[in-house]
């Protein structure tokens, strides 16, 4: 098994619409410098797709000390491997962004890899 997740993925990083019922309308899409990951512990890969690949695309809202509020999917090759990529992100840890020179709250895109 490889999860790919590399600082790549946050070059997707991105303007997203608003999604109801998600407390997002603080985090900002714009920064100067992207929240970087500091901590990514990767999702456990689900039993029932041993030998299937797949991918989960997330949005998430991080908050300005580094630390991850919010997470939903956006988009999932497959429902399995939604749950084990909204608990791992949840415990992912980032420096983040900043707009001039200090930290925001923010929104991103993050896509979880699966290889097995």
């Known amino acids: 098994m490889h999860i790919k997740n590399t600082l790549a993925l946050l070059s997707i990083i991105g303007c997203l619409a608003a999604a109801p019922a998600f407390a997002e309308e603080e985090a900002t ?15 456990n890969y689900p039993d029932s797709m041993k030998g299937t690949g797949g991918m989960v695309s997330l ?30 992100i949840s415990k992912w840890k980032f420096k983040p962004a900043e707009v001039n ?6 929104k991103i895109t993050v896509p979880l890899r699966f290889n097995s």
């Open 29 to 43: 899409t714009k920064f100067d410098r992207p929240p970087m990951p500091l901590k990514t512990p990767p999702p």
């Open 59 to 88: 949005v998430v809202i991080i908050n300005s000390d580094g630390t991850v509020a919010e997470a939903r999917v956006t988009k999932s090759s497959d429902v399995a491997f939604e749950a084990p990529s909204l608990e791992a």
């Open 101 to 106: 020179g200090q930290p925001v709250k923010c």
